[in-house]
């Protein structure tokens, strides 16, 4: 079971990147997808994360709330971040995940993840 992550790259602030994660070795459809976030010296943060099914999810940190966007293929079985209105503060490496757990707040929480893909540079400058 692999995740890919991709898209990372330089923007300026105020530009857009569209970041992916590829996952293989088994179909994810049913399994929460997350975006978390690393900034160096800082623990690692919830982005983003959604799931379909009889029980849906899609929640955002606040901090990106209204910026960025997450969805998913599941033909493709992608799903990507959208990230418009950059800033510098986003500047940090992505990680993709994916996980079985949800309810309450356990979609936020990176030990509720079971794959995790390699990671994606993000670099906002002002």
């Known amino acids: 079971v692999q995740l890919q992550a991709s898209g990372g790259g330089l923007a300026q602030a105020g530009g857009s990147l569209r970041l992916s994660c590829a996952a293989s070795?088994?179909?994810?459809?049913?399994?929460?997808m997350g975006w978390f976030r690393q900034a160096p010296g800082k623990e690692r943060e919830f982005v983003a994360a959604?799931?379909?099914?009889?029980?849906?999810?899609?929640d955002y940190a606040d901090y990106v709330k209204g910026r960025f966007t997450i969805f998913r293929d599941n033909a493709k079985n992608t799903v990507y971040l959208q990230m418009n209105n950059l800033k510098p503060e986003d500047t940090a490496i992505y990680y993709c995940?994916?996980?079985?757990?949800?309810?309450?707040?356990?979609?936020?929480?990176?030990?509720?993840?079971?794959?995790w893909g390699q990671g994606t540079l993000v670099t906002v400058s002002s």
């Open positions: 995940a994916a996980g079985t757990s949800y309810g309450g707040r356990a979609h936020m929480t990176p030990q509720s993840y079971d794959y």
């Open positions: 070795g088994r179909t994810f459809s049913s399994y929460v």
């Open positions: 959604i799931r379909w099914g009889y029980i849906s999810l899609l």
